[in-house]
């Protein structure tokens, strides 16, 4: 049975930081395209970042600049480096898996849809506040 499951979460004041890393059982991420979403109270959920290959990387424009994605590659999981935290970025923060070889890399700097991904994990809280 494949499980993906985020840690790292937690409450942090603002222009604190956070690593969030999203692990699996029952497989090995390395070929598979990996996103970060959050969903915040009252609102749809939305994509944050996404790696492909480790050259191939997507970020939202309202965390450009402040969050960073990568592999971890001995490790196995998939790392959001959150600084510069802000209110507006408190939500639960979940990590989804898209098999590559299947559906075929993105274009350069592009996230796969939400509706494509084939393994979700339960989500993390992160809280930014004073």
């Known amino acids: 049975q494949v499980q993906l499951v985020e840690s790292g979460g937690g409450l942090v004041q603002p222009g604190g930081s956070l690593r969030l890393s999203c692990a699996a059982s029952?497989?090995?991420?390395?070929?598979?395209?990996v996103g970060w979403f959050r969903q915040a109270p009252g609102k749809q959920r939305e994509g944050v970042s996404y790696?492909?290959?480790?050259?191939?990387?997507f970020y939202a424009d309202s965390v450009k600049g402040r969050f960073t994605i990568s592999r971890d590659f001995a490790e196995h999981t998939v790392r959001l480096q959150m600084n510069s935290l802000k209110p507006e970025d408190t939500g639960v923060y979940y990590c989804?898996?898209?098999?590559?070889?299947?559906?075929?890399?993105?274009?350069?700097?592009?996230?796969?849809?939400?509706?494509?991904?084939?393994?979700w994990g339960k989500g993390t809280q992160v809280s930014v506040s004073k």
């Open positions: 029952g497989l090995t991420l390395d070929p598979y395209g």
């Open positions: 790696i492909g290959s480790s050259t191939n990387t």
């Open positions: 989804a898996a898209v098999f590559l070889p299947r559906r075929g890399q993105t274009e350069k700097e592009a996230m796969v849809p939400e509706e494509e991904y084939d393994y």
